[in-house]
C-alpha cells in the first residue's frame, strides 16, 4: 500500500475505505454506497478491466454526464494502473474521434443517449483504429464487473501503483486548432488537492455537491480526488437545474458546493422561501470569471456560506495554481484568484521575458511539482510553452500584488471562457471556415451577464457568394461543443488587418462589444 508522503489514488481509497466505512461516498439518484462499499465496486471493475486487457500505462476513455458509474470507472482505471482519458459530453463526433483516436484508447465508457444525442452512434470506427470496445452505463456497470474472473488480482495491480504513474490524459483546447494532451501523476494530483480540501476547510461528513463536470478538473480533482482525501460524500449531478439542485441541497443537507459565479447567479433567482431552506451550504470555490463583491455578499446573507474561496488553475497544472485562504477579506476574493498554493511559484513577466514590477500587467508563469512535463506527444507545442528554466508560459495576462495575489486581466491566447469553459477562436475559426461559403473568419469573446463571456464570429463571403448569419450559426451547432458555438455572427466585406495581414482581433473586440452595448440599450 503506498505510504501517505506520495501516495496513490488506489493507497487513498483504501486508507479513506479503511478510515470511513460505513461513511457514504456518494449518492446518486437514490443510490447510497459507502466507501467500503465502493472500494469493492472498484476493485471489481478494476479486475473486469484488467480481464478487458487492460495493462499498465493503457488509456481509457469515459464519455458521459456525472454519475456513481463515471466515479468508480474514473477510480477503477487508476487502481488496475489504467490511464483516465475523459472526453467533453458537449464534443460533437469529430472532436471526441479526434481525443480518442490521438490518445489511443482501447476501450470507451458511455452512455448511450444524454441531451438527445447517442454518443456510440457519433463514433466512426475507421477513425478510431485502437477503439476496440464501447461500454455503456445503461443500468449501471453490474454487466461489466461480472468479467471479474478473480478481483483479488486487481489488489496486486493496485500495489504496484507508483505516484509517479500517470493518473490521467486531459487535452486543452489549443491556439493551433486541435486539443492538446496533458498528463498528470498520482501522487501530484493527490498533493494538490490535499491542500484545496484542507485549505477550503472540507472534512469529513461534508456533503458535496458535484455539478461541476467529472471530465473537467474542477469535477475529477477538485470533487472526487478532494472528497477522497477528507472522507465526504459525493453527490453527482448531470446537468445543474436550480430548483431541482435547491431540493437536494434542503433535503440532504449539502454543505460544499463549488461551481462557476453563475451557479449561484441562478441560486439567487430562486423564491425567497427556496433561497432559506439552503441555509446547510458552508463553502464554495468558484473562479473561471470575476467574482463581484456584491455577490460574495448575497451568498453569504442569502445562501448561507460561510467560506467563499477564489482559486485559478490550468490542465497543465493539474487545475490549480493560485487560491485564496481562509480569513481573506470579500474584496481580496473578489479581486484576485489568491496566492499560490505550496510548492508552486507563480510571475509575471514581459515580452522580454524579464519579471514585471508589482501591480503592472505581464504574462503569467508558473514553475514547480504541479507543472506539466509537456504536451503529450507534441514537443513543438511544448517548447511553446515550456522555457528552459522549467516556466510554463500560461498565455494569461495578470498583475499580482504586494502579498502575491494574482489577478489575471486578459489573454495573450484569445481564449474567452464560457460558462467556465474555455473557447478558443483558432479552433472555432478552423471549423467554420469549412462552412459554404466562407472566405474567412475571426472569431472574439464579448461579455454576457449569464454566460460572462461568449463568441462573436466576423465572417467574410467568398467571391460571387452570400452567407447568411443563422446558417453560420446552426452549421457550428452541428459540428462542436454548444459552449463553443458564436452566440453573434456578423458578415462583412473584409477583416481589419495590419501592415503584416494579421487580423487586428483588438479592434473588433471593441466593435463586438459596441454591438453587445447598443443591443443591451435598446432591450
Known amino acids: 500500500m503506498s505510504g501517505p508522503e506520495t501516495p496513490t489514488i488506489p493507497g487513498l481509497l483504501r486508507a479513506t475505505a479503511g478510515a470511513h466505512p460505513s461513511t457514504e461516498a456518494v449518492v446518486d439518484a437514490g443510490r447510497r454506497i459507502t466507501y467500503a462499499d465502493l472500494l ?25 454526464p456525472n454519475s456513481a458509474e463515471w466515479i468508480v470507472t474514473q477510480l477503477a482505471i487508476a487502481y488496475c494502473g489504467g490511464v483516465l482519458v475523459p472526453l467533453n459530453t458537449r464534443f460533437q463526433g469529430p472532436e471526441a ?11 470507451l465508457f458511455t452512455v448511450s443517449e444524454f441531451l438527445g444525442r447517442r454518443f456510440p452512434e457519433l463514433i466512426r470506427r475507421e477513425e478510431t483504429p485502437d477503439l476496440h470496445e464501447v461500454v455503456t452505463f445503461d443500468g449501471g456497470l453490474d454487466a461489466f464487473e461480472r468479467r471479474a474472473d478473480d478481483p483479488e488480482r486487481a489488489e496486486a495491480r493496485a500495489d504496484s501503483v507508483d505516484p509517479d504513474d500517470a493518473l490521467d490524459l486531459m487535452f486543452t483546447s489549443g491556439t493551433t486548432g486541435h486539443p492538446k ?57 448531470p446537468v445543474f437545474d436550480p430548483p431541482a439542485a435547491a431540493e437536494l441541497i434542503a433535503t440532504e443537507g449539502i454543505t460544499v458546493f463549488p461551481g462557476p459565479p453563475t451557479i449561484y447567479h441562478s441560486l439567487l433567482q430562486l423564491p425567497e422561501e427556496a433561497r432559506r431552506s439552503l441555509r446547510t451550504l458552508r463553502l464554495a470555490v468558484t473562479g473561471a470569471a470575476a467574482v463581484p463583491v456584491e455577490l460574495l455578499r448575497r451568498m453569504d446573507e442569502e445562501l448561507g456560506f460561510d467560506v467563499v474561496l477564489t482559486a485559478y488553475g490550468l490542465t497543465e497544472t493539474i487545475g490549480l495554481v493560485t487560491m485564496c485562504r481562509v480569513g481573506d477579506p470579500p474584496e481580496v476574493v473578489s479581486s484576485t484568484s489568491g496566492r499560490a498554493i505550496p510548492g508552486l511559484e507563480v510571475a509575471t513577466v514581459g515580452p522580454d521575458g524579464r519579471p514585471t514590477p508589482v501591480g503592472e500587467p505581464g504574462e503569467v508563469v508558473v514553475r514547480g511539482y504541479a507543472v506539466m512535463d509537456g504536451y503529450f506527444e507534441d514537443p513543438g507545442a511544448t517548447a511553446e510553452a515550456m522555457d528552459t528554466d522549467g516556466w510554463l508560459h500560461t498565455g494569461d495576462v495578470g498583475v499580482l500584488d504586494e502579498h502575491g495575489g494574482l489577478r489575471i486581466t486578459d489573454r495573450i491566447k484569445d481564449m474567452f471562457i464560457v460558462g467556465g469553459f474555455n473557447a478558443y477562436p483558432a479552433e472555432i ?93 435598446n432591450s
Open 181 to 237: 494532451g496533458v498528463m498528470s501523476r498520482h501522487g501530484d494530483s493527490i498533493r494538490s488537492f490535499r491542500y484545496y480540501a484542507e485549505n477550503l476547510g472540507i472534512v469529513h461528513g461534508d456533503r458535496y455537491l458535484l455539478v461541476n463536470p467529472l471530465f473537467h478538473t474542477f469535477g475529477s480533482k477538485a470533487g472526487v480526488v478532494a472528497g477522497l482525501t477528507a472522507g465526504a460524500t459525493l453527490y453527482p449531478v
Open 429 to 521: 475559426e478552423a471549423a467554420l471556415m469549412e462552412a459554404p461559403g466562407v472566405a474567412q473568419v475571426a472569431v472574439v469573446g464579448v461579455p454576457d451577464e449569464r454566460l460572462g463571456e461568449v463568441g462573436m464570429a466576423y465572417v467574410v463571403a467568398r467571391a460571387g457568394e452570400s452567407i447568411e448569419a443563422p446558417d453560420v450559426i446552426e452549421f457550428a451547432r452541428e459540428r462542436m461543443a454548444n459552449y463553443k458555438v458564436p452566440r453573434l455572427v456578423e458578415v462583412v466585406e473584409a477583416l481589419p488587418v495590419n501592415a503584416g495581414g494579421k487580423v487586428m482581433k483588438h479592434v473588433l473586440r471593441e466593435r463586438a462589444r459596441a454591438v453587445v452595448e447598443e443591443r443591451r440599450a
Open 97 to 107: 474521434e479526434y481525443v480518442l483516436r490521438r490518445s489511443r484508447a482501447g476501450m
Open 40 to 64: 469493492e465496486r472498484v476493485r471489481r471493475a478494476a479486475a473486469a478491466l484488467m480481464a478487458s486487457g487492460v495493462e499498465p500505462g493503457d488509456t481509457v476513455a469515459v464519455w458521459a
